[in-house]
């Protein structure tokens, strides 16, 4: 009986570890950490987030012209979702700037061109099975990142224009 709650316990702890194994990080280690020392920068941060999404977008059409294989299509679903969590990562920064009234107009203006670099991309891609819910889930998250930049940018317009001297700062401060 020791032996089963010995062995059970070793399973239970065992699988969370497993899974970690498996969960996909979207930025390199190099990457997260600029991305960390640039947390107190909004416009630099959001410029990053746009390279690096730049990056993965740049990797995502050169898969586009590879001959078709299995392989092929197992890289571009892992890219997609990458670039998928990485679009969600960069609307939530993206929320916690506005929610702070940091000043974010300059760097949603790159962001804006980015998007529809990257939607283009995405529309590029062809329609194969494989990758199809990897697909979905990056136009998805491309459109989420898309309105909120919008409404951001609508909000930030009317809040400056009512609070002048609180332009250019990475966060609201009280006065």
């Known amino acids: 009986m020791r032996t089963f709650a010995a062995i059970f316990f070793s399973l239970l702890i065992a699988a969370p570890l497993a899974a970690q194994k498996d ?33 993965h977008s ?3 059409k050169g898969l586009t012209t590879r001959a078709r ?30 929610e702070r009234k ?14 529809a670099r990257w939607q283009s991309v995405l529309h590029g891609l062809p329609s194969e099975p494989g990758f199809e819910l990897s697909l979905k889930e990056a136009f998805d998250s491309i459109r989420d990142l898309s309105d909120s930049a919008k409404q951001i940018t609508a909000d930030q317009e009317a809040y400056f224009k009512a609070h002048p001297d609180e332009k250019n700062q990475d966060r609201y401060e009280p006065k």
């Open 69 to 98: 294989t299995i392989a092929r299509i197992q890289r571009l679903n892992g890219e997609l979702k990458d670039f998928a969590a990485l679009i969600d990562e960069l609307d939530d920064n993206l929320d916690v700037y506005s």
């Open 23 to 55: 969960k996909r990080e979207p930025l390199t280690e190099a990457q997260q950490d600029q991305i960390a020392e640039l947390g107190d920068t909004p416009i630099a941060r959001v410029g990053l987030y746009v390279k690096f999404l730049d990056d």
């Open 58 to 60: 740049d990797t995502i």
């Open 102 to 115: 940091a000043d974010i107009r300059k760097s949603l203006k790159e962001l804006n061109e980015g998007i």
